[in-house]
């Protein structure tokens, strides 16, 4: 008898025919024996629904009421899946975040978990229950709901997975695993049979949202055997894991982009020891997370300076410079573009091998498609292009690391 987490995403229970499927696909593990807890997603679209609701009511409502508010959707699906999985005869039981007793910090809208009791869901395991536990959601010391950020059903589905030392976390979605890219960008794109959790967190980080980053650092972090496959097909996924596979190590194991980017810039900033820290301490003083930074050569006593922000935080981190121009001095001036995206390779390949970035920057060159910022690490090198050549830029590289699949 083994213990399985199984996580469906919105799309896999989206209408009452798919909820009424993984309730078929859950009976069947359960008639096989297995012992099985299910964390479902609002059904799709509905978050986001919820968040528009909200901000009709509010500009900026407080993130305390959001969570109150976008913790509904998962409730939903709970109580109409453990009904359809009553209706083929299976014991089930629903729990919410706070029900289980999933502990998370105070954080709203973006909580972090410390800690799961397991007793409700072991005395249900153990009377040949299906456990069935909202994604998403927790509840802080002080019993608030708290939510864990967009896409935390993965998180909520491998913390569960720690907590009861399952034998696999098994997250079911729209596609069958993890592609060498967005396979809805890519047609070419080629499911992988495996990934490392570094390379895993790399592409999550960098935008590929088939898994919360924070679902990749849980399960690397607990040793939870993770896999991601589709709600919708039999396969065997992909196994996100420790080893490299030794067969077909490519250089480069995916591409990951991000659409959410913005670019600042401050021209004719005087070059002194104390500017940097002058102009991203008051943004970091708004909360405003900054990514790529690049700061140019001085040629006259004044530098470039420019950093890249989340597409949302925009407006602010503009305003926020705005009002550092005067404390900078003279000519300082501004330009902001908000219709940019980062693209990244990721590969820890990249490691044992030179020639990579400059196969990666030909490639682009040869499109005809401007590089306006570069950042590398060990196993990953990111560029800022603009927003229309996204889709041109990806298909070129995906081609270049020979990374299609032979019969699309
Ligand atoms: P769910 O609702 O099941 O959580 P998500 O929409 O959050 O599903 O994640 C699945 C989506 O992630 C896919 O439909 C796909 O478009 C996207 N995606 C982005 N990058 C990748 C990738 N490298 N491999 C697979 N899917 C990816
Ligand atoms: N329903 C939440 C969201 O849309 C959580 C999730 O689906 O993982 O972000
Ligand atoms: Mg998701």
Do not use: W
Not at 249 to 278: H, M, Q, Y
Not at 279 to 287: K, M, R, S, T
Not at 364 to 378: K, P, R, V, Y
């Amino acid at each position: 008898m083994a213990l399985y987490v199984y996580k469906f995403g919105g799309t896999s229970v989206g209408t009452v025919e798919r909820i009424k499927a993984v309730a078929e696909k859950v009976k069947k593990s359960h008639d096989a024996g297995d012992q099985i807890v299910v964390v479902v997603s609002a059904m799709s679209g509905e978050t986001n629904r919820l968040v528009a609701l909200a901000k009709e009511m509010q500009v900026q409502p407080t993130d305390r009421e959001l969570d109150v508010l976008l913790s509904t959707g998962e409730q939903v699906t709970i109580a109409l899946l453990s009904m359809a999985l009553h209706n083929v005869g299976v014991d089930a039981r629903s729990y919410t975040g706070a029900q289980v007793k999933i502990l998370t910090d105070s954080a709203h809208t973006k909580a972090r978990i410390r800690e799961i009791d397991e007793a409700n869901m072991r005395a249900d395991l153990d009377a040949g229950r299906v456990v069935v536990v909202a994604g998403f959601q927790g509840v802080d010391e002080q019993g608030n709901i708290t939510t864990l950020g967009r896409g935390g059903s993965d998180t909520t589905g491998v913390a569960l997975a720690a907590a009861l030392k399952a034998d696999e976390c098994h997250i079911y979605t729209d596609v069958d695993g993890v592609y060498t890219t967005d396979p809805r960008v890519v047609p070419k794109a080629r499911r992988l049979e495996q990934i490392t959790f570094e390379e895993m967190l790399e592409m999550a980080s960098l935008g590929s949202k088939v898994l919360q980053i924070r679902s990749v650092e849980f399960a690397g972090k607990y040793n939870v055997k993770l896999r991601v496959l589709s709600s919708f097909m039999e396969g065997n996924g992909t196994l996100i894991t420790y080893e490299e596979s030794e067969m077909e190590r490519a250089l480069i194991s995916g591409i990951a982009f991000n659409r959410d980017e913005a670019k600042l810039t401050l021209t004719g900033v005087p070059d002194l020891p104390g500017v940097a820290s002058k102009i991203l301490g008051p943004v970091a003083a708004e909360n405003i997370e900054v990514d790529m930074i690049v700061q140019n050569i001085s040629a006259h006593g004044t530098t470039d300076f420019t950093f890249t922000v989340n597409r949302n935080d925009f407006a602010r981190a503009k305003s926020v410079l705005e009002g550092l121009r005067n404390e900078l001095g003279g000519n300082t001036q501004i330009i902001g573009d908000n219709s940019i995206v980062k693209v990244s390779i990721v590969g820890v390949g990249m490691r044992s091998h030179a020639g990579i970035a400059s196969t990666m920057f030909k490639t682009l060159a040869d499109e005809g498609i401007n590089i306006q910022m570069i950042s590398t690490s060990e196993i990953k090198i990111s560029v800022v292009v603009d927003e229309k050549y996204l889709e041109l830029a990806v298909r070129a590289l995906h081609k270049a690391f020979d990374l299609d699949q032979e019969t699309a």
